[in-house]
């Protein structure tokens, strides 16, 4: 079993969007107003998905919501660590946590909202898995 999507309420959906794109290399693959008011995108690959979702009104009174940041953390994996690193740096964000363990290495980095991403790598004698 495979997870499909990971559903988050954000201050600005689209912002949030924009930012994941540029680190992960993602596309769009919906974007609309959600069923319950707000806006959502779903942002991701032709696989997986994280679907952002913004509550009606304000980026302000979207970031006081006691929905916003109701996960610990969404891991993605990658192929390239340092790439991805770099490009988390790029959107001027400092990464932490930085570790190599067997088999594979992870870093960590907080979205604006405050949405925690763990970005791991698996190797096995240096080849991506």
Do not use: K
């Not at 988050?8 to 540029?22: I, S």
């Not at 192929?79 to 946590?97: F, H, T």
């Amino acid at each position: 079993m495979n997870v499909e999507h990971v559903n988050v309420t954000v201050a600005d959906c689209r912002a949030t969007a924009e930012l994941l794109m540029t680190i992960f290399d993602w596309h769009i693959r919906w974007e609309g107003d959600s069923l319950l008011g707000g806006r959502t995108v779903h942002v991701g690959t032709d696989d997986t998905y994280v679907a952002l979702y913004t509550p009606p009104g304000t980026p302000e009174a979207a970031a006081n919501t006691d929905r916003l940041n109701g996960l610990q953390h969404i891991g993605v994996l990658v192929e390239d660590l340092d790439a991805v690193e770099e490009r988390v740096r790029a959107a001027g964000i400092e990464p932490y946590s930085q570790m190599t363990y067997d088999p594979g290495s992870r870093f960590y980095f907080n979205d604006r909202d405050g949405v925690e991403y763990e970005v791991v790598s698996y190797t096995w004698d240096g080849v991506y898995v």
